[in-house]
């Protein structure tokens, strides 16, 4: 794996940083704290012009052409200025599944929504309750839903929802209206808006219907992308507790003079740094199409915990003004609890690991 970015993917970076630092005022986790879609629509639109939701697909089904890895990118970036955003589940959860997975048809319908524009989310089965979510069943030419698809992101300002339902025993994930749903929306620490997705005899066709190994594919990209926007927060963190660190003076000198304070500094960059090639080696791979179920559970498992330890260290070096409302250092340790749990914790993604690695 070469860490090193292309120009291209500078670029990309480069874009998307100066975007969101210009927009954060009016479209970040503080001004979209209790709006009801959790993001900007204006700022939606501005990432749709620039082809941000179609950056990983194929220019064929209306997409730019890139890859995973460009649109993680993005998705780092969004983390860094804590940018609420349906480009997660849009395009990781929903439209990687599709691009690897789908047939001809479903690419072409699919790929095409998602990059000019449609917000779409995902419902992955459940990691952490095995054969509880929603069940399908077969209905002639097309298939019944029933169940309940939980905490599910952005689902009030989603147009379809891939719902990932156990068929005769085996995942596969069906594309809803999100119509035909019934939305419970939740009160969360974090900013994606969840809702419990009701599903009462809700009929898909048989052309919305995925393989088994989209359906698994839900969780794997949404959870690698999770870690590429955990990596840019927990960047985030960084930059600003050493910042604050050079010009907060006790004793008649900046507190990044203490020993103390120095270590806690290097701590988070020694999680910060980690965290960024274990994440990056998980999305590398699947961007190359090569099996990463394991990098991806060490990646998700590491990451969480470390993106938390990053703000708790945070905390320890702001002392009392990083709890307040007034300053952002609280944004990110809600955003680092809710992220921990997105697509599986830390606990759950080591016993995947030791699962497949068959440890005892």
């Not at 995942?171 to 900013?191: I, K």
Request: glycine content about 10%; some cysteine.
């Amino acid at each position: 794996m070469n860490l090193g970015r292309t120009e291209d993917q500078e670029l990309i970076a480069d874009t998307a940083r100066e975007l969101l630092e210009a927009r954060g005022p009016v479209a970040g986790a503080r001004a979209m704290d209790g709006d009801p879609a959790g993001h900007s629509p204006a700022l939606w639109k501005e990432m749709v012009e620039l082809g941000w939701p179609g950056l990983a697909f194929p220019e064929e089904h209306g997409g730019v052409g890139g890859d995973f890895l460009d649109v993680a990118l993005l998705f780092e970036q969004l983390g860094y200025a804590q940018v609420p955003s349906p480009l997660l589940t849009s395009v990781a959860a929903c439209g990687m599944p599709v691009a690897r997975f789908g047939t001809p048809a479903q690419k072409e319908r699919w790929l095409a929504a998602i990059s000019e524009g449609r917000i779409v989310t995902a419902a992955p089965l459940p990691w952490d309750r095995p054969g509880e979510g929603p069940v399908a069943a077969r209905d002639g030419n097309g298939y019944v839903l029933n169940g309940t698809a939980t905490f599910v992101p952005f689902a009030a300002s989603a147009e379809h929802i891939l719902v990932a339902a156990d068929l005769d025993g085996e995942p596969r994930a069906f594309w809803v209206d999100a119509s035909a749903a019934t939305l419970d929306p939740l009160g969360t620490v974090g900013w994606d808006r969840p809702c419990h997705v009701g599903l009462a005899d809700v009929r898909v066709p048989a052309e919305a219907a995925l393989s088994p190994d989209a359906a698994r594919a839900i969780s794997l990209f949404g959870a690698a992308a999770t870690c590429a926007e955990m990596v840019g927060a927990a960047q985030r963190v960084l930059d600003m507790t050493v910042e604050y660190a050079t010009e907060r003076e006790q004793f008649g000198r900046p507190i990044g003079s203490f020993q103390a304070v120095q270590h806690h500094c290097a701590d988070m960059s020694i999680d910060v740094l980690g965290s960024r090639f274990i994440a990056y080696e998980a999305i590398w791979l699947l961007s190359v199409d090569r099996e990463a179920t394991e990098e991806v559970s060490m990646a998700k498992a590491w990451v969480s915990e470390a993106y938390e330890r990053v703000c708790a260290l945070g905390h320890q070096v702001h002392g009392a003004i990083g709890f307040t409302h007034e300053h952002d250092l609280h944004l990110f340790s809600r955003h680092a609890m809710a992220a921990s749990l997105a697509y599986g914790d830390g606990d759950l993604h080591y016993d995947a690991l030791a699962e497949e690695l068959k440890l005892p």
